[in-house]
């Protein structure tokens, strides 16, 4: 689901651009590190901190809100 978040943030580049400001990430740690939990989940806490893209996404990726945030929570534990 984290995959599928991250590819639904860079489908565009201002949100993609956000996320990179905002996270830290660059382009290289997010190519080397995709699979990474600390990366993965950076991702979905980007999502939950700004509702609009994360209902949007949620939207997008036919699940629920709730779900990105508990698949957050579970990458952070």
Known sequence: MAL????WVLSDSQRAE???SLTGLT???LRDNLTDRATLSAV???L???????LLAADALNVTPDALVKAHAELTR
Request: negative net charge; charged residues 25%.
């Open 48 to 54: 939950e901190a700004h509702e609009p893209d994360l």
């Open 18 to 20: 956000r996320l990179l």
């Open 4 to 7: 599928s978040a991250l590819g």
């Open 44 to 46: 979905l806490g980007f």
């Open 27 to 29: 382009p290289d740690v």
